[in-house]
């Protein structure tokens, strides 16, 4: 059984900075493209930060330069170091993951999310 957690969400003030972790925990064989997405009230939930096991990273145009995302594959975790946050920046953050586990099945997994609320 797989299971990624997240945690680090919060409110926090226009122009402050958060830092979300994702875990994957189980019977993992190996893992992939590790991924953020948010969604916010009443709009679809849309891709934020990626990046592969090499350490490739990607960005969705609005929070490049202001995000940076990281792993360390031997804990299996994810970094989200979100800085400069703006209000349009508020929504559920979900961690995703494509993991082959121990019996060899390929699938991508989701977290629970975590709540980022920007606001003054």
């Known amino acids: 059984q797989v299971q990624l957690v997240e945690s680090g969400g919060g409110l926090v003030q226009p122009g402050g900075s958060l830092r979300l972790e994702c875990t994957a925990s189980g019977s993992i064989r190996s893992l992939g493209v590790m991924t953020w997405y948010r969604q916010a009230p009443g709009k679809q939930r849309e891709r934020v930060a990626g990046?592969?096991?090499?350490?490739?990273?990607n960005f969705k145009d609005s929070v490049q330069g202001r995000f940076a995302i990281t792993r360390e594959n031997a804990k299996k975790t994810v970094y989200l170091q979100m800085n400069g946050l703006k209000p349009e920046d508020t929504g559920v953050y979900y961690c995703?993951?494509?993991?082959?586990?121990?019996?060899?099945?390929?699938?991508?997994?989701w977290g629970q999310g975590t709540q980022v609320t920007v606001s003054s």
């Open positions: 995703n993951a494509d993991i082959t586990d121990t019996s060899g099945q390929f699938r991508s997994y």
């Open positions: 990046i592969t096991s090499g350490g490739s990273s």
